[in-house]
């Protein structure tokens, strides 16, 4: 079957940086997408990887390793709106979506 | 309307009554999508449309139709309300046909159904 694992929740102190893990295992791949959602509000979109290494976007970067079907968001110079839950998404072959159950994250002072 | 609207916000149903969620998007995007989200499981996709006038079924259709007349509207409908159907329900648009682009969601419409 496919499946998406991340963590189900994370702690991480104001100013520092977090790396929040996804692994995935899906019927072919074709990409592979992060997206924030704050509670009660819509998931926004982060990245989308699909080739292999990492994407810098600002304080987020995101890193894809195919051969291990492996993913992780960096979250760097964390600040308190950055509490919310991270969504990890994986394309498979047929470019049919498949979602993680989330990872939220908990920012403190 | 900018984006992706969803009406209503909330409602509270009673099991067996119909009801039906909408969904408007202004950004001309060909492909739309309903999804449900509950707590502990991912998104869940319900049904979808790759362009007006055809519509596919997701993941979990059993117990929901859509319909798609035209570009901008994608309504869900509930044709006699579950418990289990209660959730929170998000529609999302995109610009790609092989969901390589980003999708944007509504604000989400979250139902209970008694």
């Known amino acids: 079957g496919q499946n998406i694992d991340q963590p189900t929740e994370m702690t991480a102190t104001e100013g520092a940086i977090v790396q929040i893990n996804c692994t995935y295992q899906?019927?072919?791949?074709?990409?592979l997408f992060w997206y924030q959602q704050h509670a009660g509000e819509a998931p926004t979109f982060l990245s989308y990887n699909v080739l292999d290494g990492l994407e810098e976007k600002g304080r987020f970067s995101s890193f894809l390793s195919r051969s291990k079907g492996y993913s992780y968001l960096l979250l760097k110079e964390l600040q308190m709106k950055d509490s919310a839950s991270y969504l990890c998404a994986a394309l498979d072959s047929n470019y049919q979506l498949i979602w993680g159950a989330g990872t939220k994250l908990i920012i403190k002072p | 309307i900018a984006g992706i609207t969803q009406a209503p916000t909330s409602q509270i149903l009673a099991a067996g009554r119909r009801m039906t969620l909408r969904c408007t998007q202004d950004?001309?995007?060909?492909?739309m999508y309903w999804y449900r989200q509950d707590l502990g499981l991912g998104l869940r996709l319900i049904h979808y449309s790759n362009t007006a006038g055809t519509t596919g079924k997701g993941e979990v259709p059993d117990g929901y139709s859509v319909s798609r007349a035209n570009t901008d509207d994608f309504p869900l409908t509930l044709a006699s309300a579950v418990p289990s159907q209660t959730s929170v329900y998000f529609c999302?648009?995109?610009?790609?046909?092989?969901?390589?682009?980003?999708?944007?969601f509504g604000e989400g419409s979250r139902l209970t159904v008694l």
């Open positions: 899906t019927s072919g791949f074709n990409g």
């Open positions: 950004m001309r995007h060909n492909a």
């Open positions: 999302a648009s995109s610009d790609s046909l092989t969901n390589t682009g980003e999708l944007f």
